[in-house]
């Protein structure tokens, strides 16, 4: 049985055959065995080094097929704040861990971690948590995908 290699993104197609849905951990591996969604066929990512891939993302085989990368739903702390002060300072202690976070305008979120939510509850802020894709900043010095994804979220109902 040959399993199917991706080996580039691409930024358009006129046709995408199938889906992959990925954590953000997996969407940082550049070599990775998957299953895709719909047809249930094992398919391998051979990715350049240092990509990151996005939701929304395009990979194209070797021999042209395409498929989308989906962001897989996370349980996410989410801190949600109209102080934009505390938000900054909540972000850089959660930074100076070396914590992902992905960055709104007035929230941000993070892997629920029950440890760093006593230590964001301790500067003021109030946690919540959901289920949501998670798109983190990758960092200044990570290479990003071709589709030219950024970090602008949609702003998520967090009730």
């Known amino acids: 049985m040959r399993v199917e290699c991706f080996t580039r993104v691409i930024a358009a197609a006129d046709s995408i055959i199938d889906t992959v849905t990925l954590s953000m951990d997996r969407r940082q591996r550049s070599r990775l065995r998957v299953r895709l969604d719909r047809s249930g066929e094992t398919a391998?990512?051979?990715?350049?080094?240092?990509?990151?891939?996005?939701?929304?993302?395009l990979l194209q085989s070797e021999d042209g097929r395409v498929i989308e990368v989906i962001a897989a739903a996370e349980h996410l702390s989410i801190v949600v704040a109209t102080d934009s002060l505390l938000l900054g300072r909540v972000a850089y202690h959660l930074g100076n861990r070396h914590v992902p976070v992905e960055i709104g305008r007035e929230w941000l979120y993070y892997r629920a971690d029950h440890?760093?939510?006593?230590?964001?509850?301790?500067?003021?802020?109030?946690?919540?948590?959901g289920t949501f894709p998670f798109e983190p900043e990758v960092g200044a010095y990570h290479h990003h995908s071709a589709s030219g994804h950024g970090h602008e979220s949609v702003l998520r109902s967090h009730g």
């Open 44 to 57: 391998a990512l051979m990715l350049p080094r240092g990509t990151v891939l996005r939701g929304g993302d």
């Open 115 to 129: 440890v760093l939510d006593a230590m964001v509850v301790s500067m003021g802020a109030t946690v919540r948590h």
